[in-house]
């Protein structure tokens, strides 16, 4: 199970060169695997690719993706505020995409942050239309919906 999360998100890093910078996404990423390593070896082993080790995949890649985006919007917030380095707006928007939209509403609530900046907000929201009509499809085609 370890093996087969650590192939899929480093897979990503590959695939997605804009992620290597995101250190934010780096910490995602060993959150997950740990997650997986204690799974695996405190109640039990599941094949590679394997239903339920994707079923775990996903709810450990969410549960960790929307603490993490939650955790970047506070920070880049502070930074704000006291004029240090800020994160860029594309790790934001690309934590939101790899499904920590639910951590970017929270954060943007909470932390009053980046949720009156129009251009920011316009593509937050079209990328979520977006990323919710691709899972849309894919469920379609998967005939789960």
């Given at each position: 199970?370890?093996?087969?999360?650590?192939?899929?998100?480093?897979?990503?890093?590959?695939?997605?060169?804009?992620?290597?910078?995101?250190?934010?996404?780096?910490?995602?990423?060993?959150?997950?695997?740990?997650?997986?390593?204690?799974?695996?070896?405190?109640?039990f082993?599941?094949?590679?690719?394997?239903?339920?080790?994707?079923m775990?995949?996903?709810?450990?890649?969410?549960?960790?993706?929307?603490?993490?985006?939650?955790?970047?919007?506070?920070?880049?917030?502070?930074?704000?505020?006291?004029?240090?380095w800020?994160?860029?707006?594309?790790?934001?928007?690309?934590?939101?995409?790899?499904?920590?939209?639910?951590?970017?509403?929270?954060?943007?609530?909470?932390?009053?942050?980046?949720?009156?900046?129009?251009?920011?907000?316009?593509?937050?929201?079209?990328?979520?239309?977006?990323?919710?009509?691709?899972?849309?499809?894919?469920?379609?085609?998967?005939?789960?919906?």
């Open positions: 199970m370890v093996l087969t999360f650590t192939i899929i998100l480093i897979g990503l890093l590959l695939i997605i060169p804009p992620l290597q910078k995101n250190s934010f996404y780096m910490v995602h990423v060993g959150l997950v695997i740990l997650a997986a390593y204690y799974v695996e070896n405190n109640f082993t599941v094949t590679p690719f394997h239903p339920k080790t994707l775990l995949f996903l709810v450990f890649q969410l549960i960790s993706i929307n603490i993490i985006t939650f955790v970047a919007y506070g920070v880049d917030k502070r930074a704000a505020q006291s004029g240090r800020r994160v860029p707006e594309s790790n934001l928007h690309t934590l939101e995409f790899l499904g920590g939209w639910g951590g970017a509403l929270l954060g943007q609530k909470i932390f009053h942050h980046k949720s009156k900046k129009r251009s920011y907000q316009m593509f937050f929201w079209a990328m979520m239309f977006f990323e919710a009509g691709l899972i849309y499809v894919i469920l379609k085609f998967l005939h789960i919906i």
